[in-house]
């Protein structure tokens, strides 16, 4: 319990953190405690990330023992492939939420955005972006040990292509923006409360939310917790950013969970240990049965207290798609922009760095937009009402079309990662930085164990003008608000 | 005294000792992350040695008759009095390496690059020595040497059974 503070700085997350431990629930936080310290080479990138059968194989980073693994892998080489397993999982993981997008990329993707990703290809002697492409990126992972230098262009490549494929999906029923609301206070009503989480399935959201809000009587109400899920007319009400959704469950205000496929094994879990009932977010599960389970469950309980106070959320528009300009730039406006996104992560505070990080860009007097997590704790406190929020998955590209539409990248001032999740994310600040802008990431990335990968990596985004800064420690606010100013 | 049990049964070989153990003790940032970039390269006192049928982690094991300590030619090598640890200070080392020929586990080491010896001292001056505290699998632990017996009691009890299943096979007599 002492440690509450050092997981959340804000007041309603520390009372159900309190409420947690009171009750003996196990939340992300314990279980990161007892992984610790994480894997060292891992964290490093030094264990081999090809999965043959010879391994585990890796290399002590003090130089006493294993220099080079039993193929002969060395040192390079291998963090090299492990960087490019990370933005090789992350294309995966954008294609299994946007499967049809590859397929026709080439008429999906915006022509400026293109151009410009062609152009940093072809700089670098690689091919021009396409569907097929993805082909190769599969192939190129079976390959075996290969030179550093070549896995370091594959991973920008797959990088720029898990940008550009996310970019270009069609997200929510509207062409190009969607509206949302943020908060704890989501949760309050009277009606049942139905959390989702994960990728789960549209149609299934589409069912539920015409049963709910095409009733007569308004019999529950849905809420998104830590995804950000269109729904009919919009984006789902996001009750609480990802990292805190176990918490949100722990604390009982959600009668009911529909999780998708990518949603973390914690989350049933939790639902099993504390008697929520949980659906699979797929297109089979019954939209009226879920309903009436909900239902019933909700009138089996009562709100909890600490949500007797909540202030009512905060209603904002979410950008999605390229087809409407967001606005976070014009060529009217003048002043520098600045981009705030990532995700929760257990070692760092919630919300802390994304909160002092917009309040200290914001009095710099700069235009502020962001996507995921730090956008939900940034939206949540109203620091900045002219904030742009973003779609996670189509944001990142939005984003840079405003900037190319702008002009190019010089009003950009930097795009900061408060934490990483998922290797989509960090394909997608790779993706940016290869693009051509700057990219700083608050949290360690596993490929500080080769001097020459990180070295290699920093020109080769210096080609297009690009930067990817990251840190050997959970970087402090100070350290950000620095890297903006030293433009 | 405290000293450090090993468990061989519970090594999976991961190494965590050896790489924590370098960053926390032998590297001035005390950070992995930070370590892998500092010249010289930190050095652990602890090694995981074996296979992959066995491994075990070998540190210094605080000989009561140590050779080490009438070894050294310039007395850098002493017994601390109060913890019974041996201890190398580092300002009287000359790296002449002595003491690592004479340790008969191979658990001293030489640190060219710092021209001193290196040896495990318990992370003395820690409540829980690092490699103690990283080992995921419990395979190193910090045992008061008083209470020591009671660690050997439990592997004798499973010699003797082991002796005893093996007498059942082959008609042996075993006295009790």
Not at chain 1, 42 to 49: A, D, I, Q, T, Y
Not at chain 1, 125 to 143: E, F, H, M, N
Not at chain 1, 250 to 257: K, P, W, Y
Request: hydrophobic share 40%.
């Amino acid at each position: 319990m002492e440690t509450i503070h050092l997981k959340s700085a804000d007041p309603l997350s520390q009372a159900m953190l309190r409420s947690a431990a009171l009750n003996g629930v196990e939340l992300i936080w314990e279980r990161a405690e007892k992984l610790q310290p994480q894997d060292g080479f891992l964290r490093l990138g030094l264990s081999c990330p090809y999965d043959c059968l010879l391994g585990p194989c890796r290399i002590d980073p003090f130089g006493q023992g294993a220099d080079k693994g039993i193929c002969g892998l060395d040192r390079d080489s291998m963090v090299a492939a492990t960087l490019y397993r990370l933005c090789h999982r992350g294309l995966l993981e954008t294609l299994n939420i946007v499967p049809a997008a590859a397929r026709d990329l080439e008429n999906t993707c915006p022509v400026k955005v293109k151009d410009l990703a062609n152009q940093v290809l072809g700089s670098h002697g690689l091919p021009p972006l396409s569907g097929s492409s993805l082909l190769d990126t599969v192939l190129r992972t079976a390959q075996g040990p290969m030179n550093h230098e070549k896995l370091l262009l594959g991973a920008l490549h797959l990088s720029l292509l898990n940008l550009v494929l996310a970019g270009s999906s069609q997200r929510g029923e509207h062409p190009g923006f969607g509206a949302c609301s943020a908060g704890y206070g989501v949760i309050n009503g009277d009606s049942a409360c139905i959390g989702f989480c994960g990728t789960p399935s549209p149609e299934l959201v589409r069912a539920l939310h015409r049963q709910t809000v095409g009733a007569q009587t308004e019999t529950a109400h849905l809420v998104a917790l830590g995804a950000w899920i269109p729904g009919d007319g919009g984006y789902l009400p996001l009750a609480c950013s990802s990292g805190a959704s176990e918490l949100l469950l722990s604390s009982g205000a959600v009668n009911l969970v529909v999780a998708g496929l990518d949603a973390d094994p914690a989350l049933f879990q939790l639902c099993r240990r504390l008697n929520i009932p949980a659906v699979t977010g797929t297109a089979e599960a019954s939209a009226m049965e879920i309903l009436q389970t909900a239902c019933s469950r909700h009138k089996q309980s009562s709100r909890p207290q600490l949500f007797s106070d909540v202030p009512p959320a905060r209603d904002f528009t979410v950008h999605s798609s390229g087809k409407s300009p967001s606005g976070l730039v014009s060529r009217k406006q003048s002043g520098r922009v600045g981009l705030i996104c990532g995700s929760d992560m257990p070692h760092m505070t919630m919300g802390k760095i994304s909160q002092e990080l917009s309040a200290a860009l914001n009095n710099d007097g700069m235009i502020l937009g962001g996507w995921g997590d730090a956008c939900w704790w940034i939206m949540n406190h109203e620091q900045d009402p002219s904030f742009v929020a973003f779609d996670p998955l189509t944001g990142p590209l939005l984003a840079v079309l405003d900037l190319v539409e702008a002009g190019g990248f010089d009003r950009l001032d930097g795009i900061c990662y408060t934490g990483l999740k998922r290797c989509r994310e960090f394909a997608t600040a790779l993706g940016l930085a290869f693009l051509g802008c700057r990219v700083s990431i608050a949290v360690p990335i596993p490929i500080l164990g080769s001097r020459e990968v990180c070295r290699s990596l920093s020109e080769k985004l210096r080609v297009s003008g690009g930067e990817l800064v990251h840190f050997d420690h959970p970087a402090e606010t100070e350290e950000l608000t620095a890297w903006f100013a030293n433009r | 005294m405290k000293v450090i049990a090993v468990y061989p049964d519970r090594c999976t070989g991961c190494k965590t000792c050896e790489l924590y153990c370098a960053a926390e003790r032998g590297s001035n940032s005390k950070s992995l992350l930070k370590a892998v970039r500092e010249e010289p390269s930190p050095m652990p006192r602890v090694r995981v040695e074996g296979t992959n049928e066995l491994s075990v982690a070998l540190q210094c094991r605080q000989c009561r008759q140590a050779p080490c300590l009438d070894s050294c030619l310039t007395g850098a090598l002493r017994r601390d009095d109060q913890s019974g640890i041996v201890v190398v200070q580092e300002n009287r080392c000359i790296g002449c390496w002595t003491c690592t020929l004479f340790c008969p586990y191979g658990v001293i080491y030489p640190w060219p690059e710092r021209k001193i010896a290196l040896k495990c001292d318990r992370c003395l001056y820690m409540e829980i020595p690092v490699c103690v505290d990283v080992c995921p699998t419990q395979a190193l632990e910090l045992v008061d040497l008083a209470e020591y017996d009671t660690v050997l009691q439990a592997k004798r009890a499973s010699v003797l059974e082991t002796i005893r299943r093996a007498g059942d096979r082959q008609g042996a007599l075993i006295l009790e």
